[in-house]
T-cell receptor
Framework: GAVVSQHPSRVICKSGTSVKIECRSL??????MFWYRQFPKQSLMLMAT?????????EQGVEKDKFLINHASLTLSTLTVTSAHPEDSSFYIC????????????FGNGTRLTVT | GIQVEQSPPDLILQEGANSTLRCNFS?????LQWFHQNPWGQLINLFY???GTKQNGRLSATTVATERYSLLYISSSQTTDSGVYFC????????FGKGTRLHILP
């Protein structure tokens, strides 16, 4: 089946530093990937839609200059949290569709970010 | 936008029990998926079920698109079934419900 690999699984960083999270589709090409954030005991909130070869589409309230998304190839999207602050601590999850617009979503295992 | 409601929000059951989780949505959708998020945060795709009924082992799901709901059935629960179950629907974007937190007691 379709596999999405996300790395790292956990990261601890200091306030003010930047962290890059990678999301790869291992056995399929994904023109579109999605980035979600999940706070403890809450649901997944879509942050942005990452489109290969073009700019990401950000959801309302998500700062595009803080959460930089790059989708340079059909199998890789990256999310960089710039100048991280403790309130950015969260669980970040990427997903991708293995087919057309109505095909199933497949998720990475998530990245738990802790900003100290 | 479309609203997705899941019930119950929390469920505690003894191992071996059966359960039914419900997902209601406020408008017609293009697809619906059920996911299980285990205690380590991993999201596991259970069913892609925009309509009809599917079964996979002890789990089955039914979506009645015309009545805007989907049900997830878990039979003979095991402790490994614990976690949060999400349904997600697609309108112009993918929207998750708030989940049902299931705890199976040994």
């Amino acid at each position: 089946g379709a596999v999405v690999s996300q790395h790292p699984s956990r990261v601890i960083c200091k306030s003010g530093t930047s962290v890059k999270i990678e999301c790869r589709s291992l056995d399929f090409q994904a023109t579109t990937m999605f980035w979600y954030r999940q706070f403890p005991k809450q649901s997944l909130m879509l942050m942005a839609t990452s489109n290969e070869g073009s700019k990401a589409t950000y959801e309302q309230g998500v700062e595009k200059d803080k959460f930089l998304i790059n989708h340079a190839s059909l199998t890789l999207s990256t999310l960089t949290v710039t100048s991280a602050h403790p309130e950015d601590s969260s669980f970040y999850i990427c997903s991708a569709r293995s087919g057309g617009a109505n095909s199933p979503l497949h998720f990475g295992n998530g990245t738990r970010l802790t900003v100290t | 936008g479309i609203q997705v409601e899941q019930s119950p929000p929390d469920l505690i059951l003894q191992e071996g029990a059966n359960s039914t989780l419900r997902c209601n949505f406020s408008d017609s959708v293009n697809n619906l998926q059920w996911f299980h998020q285990n205690p380590w945060g991993q999201l596991i795709n259970l069913f892609y079920i925009p309509s009809g009924t599917k079964q996979n082992g002890r789990l089955s799901a039914t979506t009645v698109a015309t009545e805007r709901y989907s049900l997830l059935y878990i039979s003979s629960s095991q402790t490994t079934d614990s976690g949060v179950y999400f349904c997600a629907v697609r309108d112009d974007k993918i929207i998750f419900g708030k989940g049902t937190r299931l705890h199976i007691l040994p």
